[in-house]
């Protein structure tokens, strides 16, 4: 099996490094010239929107997933008229947009912040006036760790957003002044199964993830699983779905989707019986899915910009290095680590000296 | 950290899979043109004799290691005025010769059948008065998966065996009426650490390794470990190295080294904390050894031959497949799964579905 990948990131690397074990062989397109998952597959080098090298690219696979979510839907379709392309377009042209996005949570009746387009200054006021503050100011398109979004706590806040990132389509959101942030991660196949794993409680700093903690037997799984399980269901999924939800008290609240593996599943390459790399890959080759189970407790650490000193890391018992293979750069996602425990508490000791040895506290 | 690798089979496939995440980059030299780790690294195909491909294999990486034991020394030797090569070149001039490593084991003490070298009929006709019958005749060079032996039950297959392997030179061993087979696998970095894993029980057929168990908290673990913390200082041993043994009794019988990583420790890629793939590599690069404590009980088996149906093994909870992306071919290893369970129990009872879903009971 030749599975082709839009993107060549990270997220691609480890698709490979899971799916070479199922005997399955990598194609990546990416535009970038040095692409960390080029090491594990060919890389088919070239913009989404060359039509010869998409030709190419399909000729040379079997299937086709993509690792990000603003890969051009017209690239998708293209490619979906000469080979099967999993997680389905229409589930990247919902999340592509945060407006349609928070419009199939309403449908659905998943819960979420009240939400209104702004595609003007007068539109935004009138928003805030519906809304109230604070709310949140977001690009409908192309935002990722905390880019294009502007909090707004007072009314004099209103034109400075507008003037930083105001001229594109925008949503308003109501603030939620959540407890936490978690995740749901779950997985469909293309027969209609569906495994969905622990939640994972999430940490952001300046926008972009820095921890997540997998909640095994956690009291919002069910929800959560129940509102990941329509999305699935509603836009005939195939593959890993990623949920973002706020807690509010015993509620949760949809943030976003990513329709793709993600961040705060990591731990599940260690933490889990099978991982959404893995599942991910069985999902679209249309294999039987692996057990969402964790194995005992487990955190993961994003090395953001730089990378700590390998040694270090390697030396705590039960730490499980991912470097990308990237360069070190401000604000990049270059690595991770996971730890493992088997009680909570264990997990915790290590995880602050993981913390401690990183420098990441 | 780039990591040359001699041979470029499922064991060098094996090393690339756990490197990678370690940020190392790999480079494979192999005489063969399809290469089944070719796809995770660059591969350098050509002789082992050839000294300016070493050359320029040489220039390529920091380190190197081999994954087979039939590597010429004199390559090693060549390599190693260039770079550092790990495990050293003495493991490796041991292994490759029965009577080195037999007369090694008695050197140290360690618990060996009665063995004596033979180089023509008449030499073996002494060491069969000796020794007695049943015995093993051995080439002392280049045998693996029971190629090049001969049991002799009784005298009249003495000529016999002579005739099918005589014409080399041969080693006489007692047979050794053993209960089990074990294996145990050690890792020591350039530091002088050494971590060992759990005993594993292995059952053969046809001379190939069908069938491994880890066998935590095994009685015999102690004396497995004396013995490989001798070879493994003796030899200043880097890497990861395996020691086959018999169990006679309450007395285990060494049978011989492989200076590398081994079909035995397959298991340790789900079943350890820290897989030997992933020591080995942290060894020969210097880096802190991993704790090689099992995550409960597994068993390995191998696929000899012909793959099983992936979908039938992928459908069982639990199973981990792993692919070598090599032709099936009569008595090539061409795949492997390893179960997993917290319980022994447990284990048992998904190996033995796993035989039935494989038919390979």
Same mark, same amino acid.
């Given at each position: 099996?030749?599975?082709?990948?839009?993107? $060549?990131? #990270?997220? !691609?690397?480890? @698709?490979?490094?899971?799916?070479?074990?199922?005997?399955?062989?990598? !194609? %990546?397109?990416?535009?970038?010239?040095?692409?960390?998952?080029?090491?594990?597959?060919?890389?088919?080098?070239?913009?989404?929107?060359?039509?010869?090298? @998409?030709?190419? %690219?399909? !000729?040379?696979?079997?299937?086709?997933?993509?690792? %990000?979510?603003?890969?051009?839907?017209?690239? =998708?379709?293209?490619?979906?008229?000469?080979?099967?392309?999993?997680?389905?377009?229409?589930?990247?042209?919902?999340? /592509? *947009?945060?407006?349609?996005?928070?419009?199939? %949570?309403?449908?659905?009746?998943?819960?979420?912040?009240?939400?209104?387009?702004?595609?003007?200054?007068?539109?935004?006021?009138?928003? =805030?006036?519906?809304?109230?503050?604070?709310?949140?100011?977001?690009?409908?398109?192309?935002?990722?760790?905390?880019?294009? #979004? $502007?909090?707004?706590?007072?009314?004099?806040?209103? *034109?400075?957003?507008?003037? &930083?990132?105001?001229?594109?389509?925008?949503?308003?959101?109501?603030?939620?002044?959540?407890?936490?942030?978690?995740?749901?991660?779950?997985?469909?196949?293309?027969?209609?199964?569906?495994?969905?794993?622990?939640?994972?409680?999430?940490?952001?700093?300046?926008?972009?993830?820095?921890?997540? &903690?997998?909640?095994?037997?956690?009291?919002?799984?069910?929800?959560?699983?129940?509102?990941?399980?329509?999305?699935?269901?509603?836009?005939?999924? =195939?593959?890993?779905?990623?949920?973002?939800?706020? /807690?509010?008290?015993?509620?949760?609240?949809?943030?976003?989707?990513?329709?793709? =593996?993600?961040?705060?599943?990591?731990?599940?390459?260690?933490?889990?019986?099978?991982?959404?790399?893995?599942?991910?890959?069985?999902?679209?080759?249309?294999?039987?899915?692996?057990?969402?189970?964790?194995?005992?407790?487990?955190?993961?650490?994003?090395?953001?910009?730089?990378?700590?000193?390998?040694?270090?890391?390697? !030396?705590?018992? *039960?730490?499980?290095?991912?470097?990308?293979?990237?360069?070190?750069?401000?604000?990049?996602?270059?690595?991770?680590?996971?730890?493992?425990?088997?009680?909570?508490?264990?997990?915790?000791?290590?995880?602050?000296?993981?913390?401690?040895?990183?420098?990441?506290?």
């Amino acid at each position: 099996m030749r599975v082709g990948v839009l993107g $060549a990131g #990270q997220l !691609a690397r480890m @698709l490979a490094l899971a799916g070479h074990p199922l005997g399955m062989r990598f !194609a %990546f397109l990416d535009p970038a010239s040095e692409s960390c998952a080029a090491a594990l597959g060919e890389h088919y080098c070239g913009d989404y929107g060359d039509t010869a090298l @998409l030709d190419r %690219f399909a !000729a040379a696979v079997d299937v086709v997933t993509y690792e %990000f979510e603003n890969v051009p839907v017209a690239c =998708v379709e293209y490619l979906a008229r000469r080979r099967p392309v999993w997680p389905p377009a229409g589930a990247l042209h919902t999340a /592509q *947009d945060r407006l349609h996005e928070k419009t199939l %949570f309403r449908e659905l009746g998943i819960a979420t912040p009240p939400f209104q387009a702004v595609n003007s200054l007068e539109e935004l006021k009138q928003a =805030v006036a519906g809304i109230g503050l604070p709310a949140v100011l977001k690009t409908r398109r192309l935002g990722y760790d905390g880019k294009g #979004q $502007a909090v707004l706590r007072q009314p004099e806040d209103i *034109d400075a957003a507008w003037h &930083r990132i105001g001229g594109v389509p925008l949503i308003l959101e109501g603030f939620v002044a959540f407890q936490r942030e978690v995740s749901i991660i779950a997985v469909r196949g293309r027969d209609g199964e569906i495994r969905c794993y622990p939640l994972a409680e999430n940490i952001h700093r300046n926008g972009i993830l820095h921890l997540s &903690r997998s909640c095994v037997g956690d009291s919002m799984q069910e929800q959560a699983e129940s509102y990941i399980k329509l999305l699935l269901e509603q836009l005939d999924y =195939v593959g890993v779905l990623a949920l973002e939800l706020f /807690q509010d008290g015993a509620r949760l609240i949809a943030n976003e989707i990513a329709p793709r =593996v993600h961040n705060s599943g990591h731990w599940t390459i260690e933490g889990a019986e099978t991982s959404q790399f893995e599942n991910h890959l069985r999902a679209v080759c249309g294999l039987p899915l692996g057990s969402t189970a964790a194995l005992g407790h487990a955190a993961m650490l994003n090395f953001i910009g730089t990378l700590p000193p390998r040694e270090a890391v390697l !030396a705590m018992d *039960d730490v499980h290095l991912h470097y990308y293979d990237k360069e070190e750069r401000p604000g990049r996602k270059v690595g991770h680590a996971t730890v493992r425990a088997t009680a909570a508490d264990a997990l915790e000791t290590r995880l602050q000296r993981l913390l401690d040895v990183t420098g990441l506290r």
